[in-house]
Structure formats: structure tokens, C-alpha cells
């Protein structure tokens, strides 16, 4: 009798780098803090610790400690590198240098000081456009609640 075998596992095997969570946080923050000072604007800090939390949380952070080591191996050999994907939405990609997309929305920083510009608009933007829809959500309700006492009343 033969046995049955599967030839390919149901598990993934992700690669295994000893302290790769660490060094990839270790990594945006620096990174992070060169470009913007020691006090990161709130929606730096938060859009790091969102996607960190995300990559960390799903074992992903090797993945993105190897690809922070392709990239500046290719680029130091006079490669060039283009990602894809959704790495290019990700600001830890961006700072862990794996691409040079940055995902935020366009904005200023100063070399010098490190003031950055349109960060605080964007939070404004983030906050309206929240605010619209709630209203439009709401309008909605009213809508259907009023057709449906309409319909009652008639």
C-alpha cells in the first residue's frame, strides 16, 4: 500500500531574521526623525505605528528587513530599483528605503529645522472629509426615514 504524501505543505514558511521587528521599527523611526526632527508630526507618528503594527503584527517585517537589503545591494552596484506593488503605498517602505515613493500627500520640510508644511492640512482634509460623509450618511437616513413615514401615513 502506498502512502499518502502532499508535496507541498499547507504552512507558509516565512524566513526567520532574529530581531528583524525591531530593527525595521528602529529603522522608520531613525529614518523618520532625520526628516522631520525628534518631534515627528502627529500624522507621521500615527501613519508609522499604524503600518508597523500591521507588518509586525502579520510577520511581515522580515520580508521588508530583506528587501531593505536587496534594494541598497542593487543600488550600491549601480542598479536601479523600482518597487511595486503596495510597497509604494507604505510609508515604512519609504523610510526603511526599500522604495522612493512617498505616500503622503505633497508637502514641504525644512532641511534645516525640520518644520514640515501642509501636514496639519492634510489632518484638516482627513477631518472634513470625515465630516461629509457623516452628514451625507445622516441625510441619507433622514431620506429613507422620511419615505418611510410617508409610506405610513398615506
Same mark, same amino acid.
Given at each position: 500500500?502506498?502512502?499518502?504524501? +502532499?508535496?507541498?505543505? $499547507? &504552512?507558509? @514558511?516565512?524566513?526567520?531574521?532574529? #530581531?528583524?521587528?525591531e530593527e525595521i521599527r528602529e529603522m522608520s523611526?531613525?529614518?523618520?526623525?532625520?526628516?522631520?526632527?525628534?518631534?515627528?508630526?502627529?500624522?507621521?507618528?500615527?501613519?508609522?505605528?499604524?503600518?508597523?503594527?500591521?507588518?509586525?503584527?502579520?510577520?511581515?517585517?522580515?520580508?521588508?528587513?530583506?528587501?531593505?537589503?536587496?534594494? +541598497?545591494?542593487?543600488? $550600491? &552596484?549601480? @542598479?536601479?530599483?523600482?518597487?511595486? #506593488?503596495?510597497?509604494?503605498?507604505?510609508?515604512?517602505?519609504?523610510?526603511?528605503?526599500?522604495?522612493?515613493?512617498?505616500?503622503?500627500?505633497?508637502?514641504?520640510?525644512?532641511?534645516?529645522?525640520?518644520?514640515?508644511e501642509s501636514l496639519m492640512t492634510d489632518l484638516?482634509?482627513?477631518?472634513?472629509?470625515?465630516?461629509?460623509?457623516?452628514?451625507?450618511?445622516?441625510?441619507?437616513?433622514?431620506?429613507?426615514?422620511?419615505?418611510?413615514?410617508r409610506l405610513k401615513r398615506s
Amino acid at each position: 500500500m502506498v502512502e499518502s504524501i +502532499k508535496p507541498i505543505k $499547507d &504552512d507558509l @514558511y516565512t524566513p526567520k531574521i532574529e #530581531g528583524a521587528d525591531e530593527e525595521i521599527r528602529e529603522m522608520s523611526y531613525q529614518m523618520a526623525r532625520s526628516i522631520y526632527g525628534d518631534d515627528l508630526p502627529k500624522i507621521v507618528e500615527d501613519r508609522i505605528e499604524k503600518e508597523l503594527k500591521s507588518i509586525i503584527g502579520h510577520g511581515f517585517a522580515v520580508i521588508y528587513l530583506i528587501s531593505h537589503k536587496l534594494v +541598497k545591494k542593487s543600488l $550600491d &552596484d549601480g @542598479y536601479l530599483v523600482g518597487s511595486r #506593488g503596495s510597497v509604494g503605498s507604505s510609508l515604512v517602505a519609504t523610510l526603511t528605503e526599500i522604495t522612493e515613493v512617498n505616500p503622503l500627500a505633497p508637502h514641504y520640510v525644512c532641511p534645516s529645522c525640520k518644520h514640515s508644511e501642509s501636514l496639519m492640512t492634510d489632518l484638516l482634509v482627513q477631518a472634513l472629509t470625515f465630516l461629509i460623509r457623516t452628514v451625507l450618511n445622516v441625510e441619507r437616513r433622514i431620506k429613507k426615514m422620511d419615505m418611510i413615514f410617508r409610506l405610513k401615513r398615506s
